[in-house]
């Protein structure tokens, strides 16, 4: 399953809950890139710190913060360090038993062939409320304005860069959280996913 969509839309939460109803294991691709980001912040070469990633490097504790989500950013636009991280990708993907994974290019490039695609979204200034909702118990001096201006710089970014864009598959089901609260998001991804498994599943 491949579920895509810009920062803070809602991804993270709906594919956990997607994963743990089907029993399929989740990837958050955006920790690679967050690890990869906060080591190029500690002073390493980015290429160098993609291919230097380890499993521990994902459960580091100081991976959401806004300056390693803008790290992340920026490293995500190299073509060579997004090359380095592809195989892993899909080496989870593979795995026996069923796998989501979500980011920005999984339907797109880490996963055309994934059997249900979403890409999730919802207006800037819910996304910026939400995110600054999780962000100000560890970062009390946080502004809303501050929050949007990151998310639309990051989103700009993202889905200007040549190497793997953010965007919609075309096969992809668009899902707006704008107006759900998690329980109808994730009910609505349930159906989506449940419509296009085999009978068997
Ligand atoms: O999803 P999250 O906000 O943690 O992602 C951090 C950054 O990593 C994104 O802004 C994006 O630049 C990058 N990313 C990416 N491709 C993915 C997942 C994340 O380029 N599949």
């Not at 390493?44 to 992340?72: C, F, K, M, N, S």
């Not at 979403?118 to 999780?134: G, I, K, M, N, Y």
Request: charged share 30%; glycine share 6%.
């Amino acid at each position: 399953m491949a579920i895509d969509g810009p920062a803070a839309a809602g991804k993270g939460t709906i594919s956990k809950a997607v994963a743990a109803h089907f029993g399929f294991a989740h990837l958050d691709t955006g920790l690679i890139y967050r690890a990869t980001g906060r080591r190029v912040l500690d002073g390493e070469d980015p290429l160098q710190a993609a291919r230097a990633l380890v499993p521990a490097d994902l459960a580091r504790g100081d991976l959401r913060t806004p300056e390693v989500a803008q790290a992340a950013s920026r490293v995500a636009a190299l073509p060579e360090v997004r090359a380095a991280l592809v195989n892993f990708q899909r080496e989870f993907a593979r795995r026996a038993g069923g796998a989501v994974l979500d980011g920005r290019d999984i339907g797109t490039v880490i996963c055309p062939d994934a059997e249900a695609k979403l890409f999730v979204t919802a207006s800037d200034e819910v996304r910026a409320a939400r995110r600054l909702a999780e962000l100000a118990p560890r970062f009390p001096d946080l502004t809303l304005a501050k929050v949007l201006d990151d998310l639309r710089a990051r989103d700009a970014r993202d889905a200007e860069r040549e190497a793997a864009p953010m965007r919609p598959a075309k096969d992809a089901v668009q899902l707006d959280t704008s107006k759900m609260d998690i329980g109808e998001a994730v009910a609505a991804a349930i159906r989506v996913v449940q419509d296009r498994l085999p009978p068997s599943a």
